[in-house]
């Protein structure tokens, strides 16, 4: 059961870590589109819109990656010295 539980968990993260790359470029790029459409802006306020949310994208991941490598730090078992044990 411990295996199932490990294989779900990590699909979680997985899904979790899609959503925080995917989610600002598609937000970025939906903004623009309306503001485009509704405002009348040039097209060209389609290249900052794309490069403001592969950095957002960027920042999610860079924080993402942390975050999971100090838990896996945390879960990582300790090595238990000859002297150490007592």
Same mark, same amino acid.
């Given at each position: 059961?411990?295996?199932?539980?490990?294989?779900?968990?990590?699909?979680?993260?997985?899904?979790?870590?899609?959503?925080?790359?995917?989610?600002?470029?598609?937000?970025? =790029? $939906?903004?623009?589109?309306? *503001?485009? @459409?509704? +405002?009348?802006?040039?097209?060209?306020?389609?290249?900052? %819109?794309?490069? =403001? $949310?592969?950095?957002?994208? *960027?920042? @999610?991941? +860079?924080?993402?990656?942390?975050?999971?490598?100090?838990? %896996?730090?945390?879960?990582?078992?300790?090595?238990?010295?000859? @002297?150490?044990?007592?």
């Amino acid at each position: 059961m411990k295996g199932l539980y490990k294989t779900l968990e990590d699909l979680v993260w997985l899904t979790q870590l899609g959503l925080n790359l995917l989610l600002p470029l598609v937000l970025c =790029l $939906g903004g623009c589109w309306w *503001a485009v @459409n509704h +405002w009348g802006w040039p097209m060209w306020v389609y290249i900052p %819109a794309i490069l =403001l $949310g592969l950095a957002a994208g *960027a920042q @999610n991941f +860079w924080v993402f990656a942390k975050e999971h490598l100090k838990q %896996a730090q945390k879960d990582k078992p300790r090595r238990v010295g000859f @002297n150490s044990h007592l």
